[in-house]
Nanobody
Framework: QVQLVESGGGLVQAGGSLRLSCAAS????????SGWYRQAPGKQRELVAS????????YADSVKGRFTISRDKVNWNTLYLQMDSLKPEDTAVYYC??????????????WGQGTQVTVSA
């Protein structure tokens, strides 16, 4: 069973930057599309950045031009999200996962613990 561990979150002022990391227990980012999702309080989890197995990135309009997704191309087990020009509305718990998310059992998706990003005005 693959495990995902997100890190790098924290408290930052608006306009600041953070770099998130996601360590996987296997080389899953080489052969699968993957991405960063976020969930703000009271809202549904949303996909904000993705990267295809071939390396093509894609971004939600809300983060385009500010966030950059990348992956470790040596060990293929780490996913990154560089977040610049952060805004208070970026405040959320950030998760990495495959696209679609890793499935466990018949109906449940696996999620790591996530990393909290808080942007103050």
């Amino acid at each position: 069973q693959v495990q995902l561990v997100e890190s790098g979150g924290g408290l930052v002022q608006a306009g600041g930057s953070l770099r998130l990391s996601c360590a996987a227990s296997g080389r899953i980012f080489r052969i699968k599309s993957s991405g960063w999702y976020r969930q703000a309080p009271g809202k549904q989890r949303e996909l904000v950045a993705s990267i295809s197995s071939g390396g093509t990135p894609n971004y939600a309009d809300s983060v385009k031009g500010r966030f950059t997704i990348s992956r470790d191309k040596v060990n293929w087990n780490t996913l990154y999200l560089q977040m610049d020009s952060l805004k208070p509305e970026d405040t959320a718990v950030y998760y990495c996962n495959l696209i679609p998310p890793i499935r466990i059992g018949a109906q449940d998706d696996y999620w790591g613990q996530g990393t909290q990003v808080t942007v103050s005005a």
